[in-house]
């Protein structure tokens, strides 16, 4: 399954410094890692939301992965808005299993600034 994630420049960075090959640890506070389903919703958050935080330095990267199905499957799938407002919600203490499902590489798609 292909699945997008919309981060911030300093979450980027920490992707590229592993060969992006898998996501960084959640941080205290943030109990749930939420890619998404479509590529409209990870481009209107990294555009909308990541662009105008302070934390995201103003910048935002729509990453592309492929993770396998069998793991997908594992995580619900969450409607936070409208149909199209999919995410998966993995807990923050399984993402180092999902990271390992993860086939090739994290890509860059998209750069809003």
């Known amino acids: 399954m292909i699945l997008y994630r919309p981060v911030g420049l300093h979450e980027l960075r920490l992707i590229e410094q592993v060969g992006f090959k898998e996501f960084p ?63 998966l919600w993995v807990p923050a203490e399984a993402l180092a299993e999902f990271n390992a499902h993860i086939r090739g590489l994290i890509e860059v798609i998209e750069e809003y600034r």
């Open 25 to 87: 640890p959640r941080l205290p506070g943030q109990p749930i890692f939420y890619p998404v389903l479509e590529l409209e919703y990870a481009r209107h958050i990294a555009r909308e939301w990541n662009t105008k935080d302070e934390a995201s330095d103003f910048a935002g990267f729509v990453t592309r992965f492929e993770i396998d199905d069998t793991c997908v499957a594992r995580f619900p799938v969450q409607t936070v808005g409208g149909a199209e407002h999919r995410e």
